[in-house]
Nanobody
Framework: QVQLVESGGGLVQAGGSLRLSCAAS????????MGWYRQAPGKQRELVAS???????NYADSVKGRFTISRDNAKNTVYLQMNSLKPEDTAVYYC???????????????WGQGTQVTVSS
């Protein structure tokens, strides 16, 4: 069993910063790519940022220069540092990870429960 738990969401004013964390636990042999997605009301879920095990990153154009994704492989944790937040960043943010389990199954995608980020104007 593998679980991903996000934390760090909340309410901030436009221009502020927030740091999200996502910790994976369970029967994990290794984690490949990890990423952050978000979904705003009435919109489809979209990729915000992703990071490979060796640290290669990818960002949505809308967040480049403002958000930074990073990971700590020893802790099975991925982070999303969000700066210069805008009201349009308001969404539920979801962590995901490609996991190879100890039983050799995988890679399989796992998702966290989501954390709400609200940016007021």
């Amino acid at each position: 069993q593998v679980q991903l738990v996000e934390s760090g969401g909340g309410l901030v004013q436009a221009g502020g910063s927030l740091r999200l964390s996502c910790a994976a636990s369970g029967s994990i042999f290794s984690i490949l790519a990890m990423g952050w997605y978000r979904q705003a009301p009435g919109k489809q879920r979209e990729l915000v940022a992703s990071i490979t095990r060796d640290g290669s990153t990818n960002y949505a154009d809308s967040v480049k220069g403002r958000f930074t994704i990073s990971r700590d492989n020893a802790k099975n944790t991925v982070y999303l540092q969000m700066n210069s937040l805008k009201p349009e960043d308001t969404a539920v943010y979801y962590c995901n990870a490609g996991v190879i389990r100890f039983d050799g199954r995988g890679p399989s995608l796992y998702w966290g429960q989501g954390t709400q980020v609200t940016v007021s104007s």
